[in-house]
Every structure is written in structure tokens, then in C-alpha cells.
T-cell receptor, first 117, second 110 residues
Framework: NAGVMQNPRHLVRRRGQEARLRCSPM?????VYWYRQLPEEGLKFMVY????????ESGMPKERFSAEFPKEGPSILRIQQVVRGDSAAYFC???????????????FGAGTRLSVL | RKEVEQDPGPFNVPEGATVAFNCTYS??????FFWYRQDCRKEPKLLMS???SGNEDGRFTAQLNRASQYISLLIRDSKLSDSATYLC???????????FGTGTSLTVIP
């Protein structure tokens, strides 16, 4: 049973380009979370999605960032017109159902490290 | 005030030592609590959930104090392989968001 798969593992973009990060949740998981980790900082929640629905995007920057989780295929985190401050590790996590009372936990992918030149 | 606060350390302890980490959280309505570990430049991995009554898993013991809004992790008989950053994680009152502390760095020295 494959874990959470993220690709690419490393992504280099020049300022102004677009970055697309993909996340395939664990088999049987329908909930996906995206986090960003800046160097020497903790993980920051960005967005929580279920299939075809954005449930909570309160951690997502208002501009340039968007996320989707289509009926078929992986979840995509899209960053338009990247800037140097977007350089970070982006982690995706999945869970089998809404995480409540510690009954379900989040399993993390290995992350995508985005470097903006 | 941050949602979750941890002492960043670093904690440098000899093999076999006992070490404890604390974490405080600001939202009294939080329901779920976890400790994750993160090795350098890798993904966080669940160490253990934290239950109200406290729970133990081998050399690791987690405690929750709701009145004071803090969580603790105790590691007994430290191993070299315990060297990592330990992340305290608390959910939001809606259950949608999980807040991560910045982590406490532990190095176990031979």
C-alpha cells in the first residue's frame, strides 16, 4: 500500500513562472491537507480539501495560490507568478476521514522542495 | 499569541538519559493532540496521539493537561536514533486545521 506520493520532490522555478505541486493521497483516503514549511520554521496549514471540494482554505495566501482535488487524479497546489519568498518545502498529508478526537491521523508525503531563483 | 508554542531547544542529552518536552496551546476548544517527529529535511511522522488520560508507547509517554493547556512528551532511555525534531500538533476547534509547533530539537550523544 503506497503512502502519500508527492511529485516532484524538487522543483526549481524562476521568478514569475508557475509552480504545480502534485499529491496523491494514500489509497482509500479522501481528505487532503497542504502545509508549507519555511526554513527553520514550523509547518503552516494552507488548505484542506476533499474530493472536488475545498473545505478550508483559511491558511492559503489570497493571491497567486490555488488548490484543487478533482474527482480523478491527484490534488494540485498551484502557485502562479512565483516569488523568492515562495521558496519552501510543501507537504501534503492525507487522512481517511475527517480528523476528529484522534481517531484518524494525517499521513505525510515526502514533500516538494520549491526553489525560486 | 501563537496557537502552539514549544521550546526550540536544542536539547543535547547522553544516551540513556530521560528527557521531557512541553508544549502549550492557546485554544481551549482543541480536541486532538499529537506528537510528530521530523528528521532533517524529511516529512513529519506520527509518534503518538495524546489522550486525556495520558498514554505510553514503549519508552515514550505523553500527557495532556487541559486545565493548563499543555502537552508533554517524556522519552526514557534515550537512543541515538531518537535524535530528531519533535513537533507538537493541536487541532482547531472546527477540526479542519492542525497547528504545528516549530519543534523541539533533540540530539542524543553517544
Amino acid at each position: 500500500n503506497a503512502g502519500v506520493m508527492q511529485n516532484p520532490r524538487h522543483l526549481v522555478r524562476r521568478r514569475g513562472q508557475e509552480a504545480r505541486l502534485r499529491c496523491s493521497p494514500m489509497k482509500g483516503h479522501s481528505h487532503v491537507y497542504w502545509y508549507r514549511q519555511l526554513p527553520e520554521e514550523g509547518l503552516k496549514f494552507m488548505v484542506y480539501l476533499q474530493k472536488e471540494n475545498i473545505i478550508d482554505e483559511s491558511g492559503m495566501p489570497k493571491e497567486r495560490f490555488s488548490a484543487e482535488f478533482p474527482k480523478e487524479g491527484p490534488s494540485i497546489l498551484r502557485i502562479q507568478q512565483v516569488v523568492r519568498g515562495d521558496s519552501a518545502a510543501y507537504f501534503c498529508a492525507s487522512s481517511p476521514s475527517r480528523v476528529t478526537l484522534a481517531k484518524n491521523i494525517q499521513y505525510f508525503g515526502a514533500g516538494t522542495r520549491l526553489s525560486v531563483l | 499569541r501563537k496557537e502552539v508554542e514549544q521550546d526550540p531547544g536544542p536539547f543535547n542529552v547522553p544516551e540513556g538519559a530521560t528527557v521531557a518536552f512541553n508544549c502549550t496551546y492557546s485554544n481551549s476548544a482543541s480536541q486532538s493532540f499529537f506528537w510528530y517527529r521530523q528528521d532533517c529535511r524529511k516529512e513529519p511522522k506520527l509518534l503518538m496521539s495524546v489522550y486525556s488520560s495520558g498514554n505510553e508507547d514503549g519508552r515514550f509517554t505523553a500527557q495532556l493537561n487541559r486545565a493548563s493547556q499543555y502537552i508533554s512528551l517524556l522519552i526514557r532511555d534515550s537512543k541515538l536514533s531518537d535524535s530528531a525534531t519533535y513537533l507538537c500538533v493541536v487541532n482547531s476547534n472546527t477540526g479542519n486545521q492542525f497547528y504545528f509547533g516549530t519543534g523541539t530539537s533533540l540530539t542524543v550523544i553517544p
